[in-house]
């Protein structure tokens, strides 16, 4: 059965300043990784996916993250943070199921990311 | 248009009431999902449908029952709920099960209080 770890659960940061928030997962099949963010009050959005190719993967509002298979790893990245970053970050995994369905997303316990002025 | 719509937003119900949530998307998407998601918790699935038949159900209580009356459509019928049921519930869809990857989309959430 797959796993995901995010081993932080609070992220304070100041404005303008670079956060990782960091996400390892353990599967023994290949898998499909998922950052969702969720802000106050909302439902979960999706931020960026890496499915295959390039391990580099950027969402439209600067947040990038690298897939890491020997680390299996896909930590978040932002070089500068603006304080409408604050929000929840989940990092999720999926992977084939029995019987071809695909539909099980296992999510992290969530890094909560706060920016501070 | 990437947009699951829920209602009602907010719902405080007794435990011997009866209510349901809706969901609904116009993505043409075959699948479609039922979360609850606990305050400082990861969202749990609850029930999957695809092509608007029952899938999956995550051992959820009887006092939930889902339906899926069209492939837009989603609702989610509480009855005799309890307490420990106050959570955010999370509609989303996919476009299918199957297909590996698939990004599930989801809604803003009823966030329901048992009284």
């Known amino acids: 059965a797959q796993s995901v770890t995010q081993l932080d659960s609070q992220v304070p940061v100041f404005e303008e300043a670079p956060v990782e928030l960091r996400c390892n997962y353990s599967?023994?099949?290949?898998?499909?990784l998922f950052w969702y963010v969720q802000y106050p009050n909302q439902g979960l959005q999706l931020l960026l996916k890496?499915?295959?190719?390039?391990?580099l993967v950027e969402s439209i509002n600067g947040f990038e993250a690298e897939f890491n298979k020997s680390q299996t790893s896909f930590h978040l990245r932002k070089p500068s943070v603006h304080i409408s970053d604050t929000a929840e970050y989940f990092c999720?995994?999926?992977?084939?199921?029995?019987?071809?369905?695909?539909?099980?997303?296992?999510f992290g316990k969530g890094t909560l990311l706060t920016v501070n002025p | 248009d990437t947009e699951v719509t829920q209602t009602p937003k907010h719902l405080v119900m007794g435990m011997t009431n009866k209510k349901s949530l809706k969901c609904e998307q116009h993505?043409?998407?075959?699948?479609m999902y039922w979360y609850k998601q606990k305050a400082k918790k990861p969202p749990e699935l609850m029930f999957v449908?695809?092509?608007?038949?029952?899938?999956i159900n995550e051992s959820v209580p009887s006092r939930f029952s889902p339906e899926c009356p069209n492939s837009s459509l989603l609702n989610l019928h509480l009855h005799a709920l309890q307490p420990e049921d106050s959570a955010l519930y999370l509609c989303?869809?996919?476009?299918?099960?199957?297909?590996?990857?698939?990004?599930?989309?989801f809604g803003p959430g009823t966030r329901l209080l048992v009284l």
């Open positions: 989303a869809s996919s476009q299918d099960i199957a297909q590996l990857g698939e990004t599930q989309y």
């Open positions: 599967s023994s099949v290949s898998v499909y």
């Open positions: 890496y499915l295959s190719g390039s391990t």
């Open positions: 999720a995994v999926s992977v084939q199921g029995s019987g071809g369905s695909n539909y099980k997303l296992t």
């Open positions: 993505m043409g998407h075959r699948a």
């Open positions: 449908y695809s092509y608007e038949k029952l899938s």
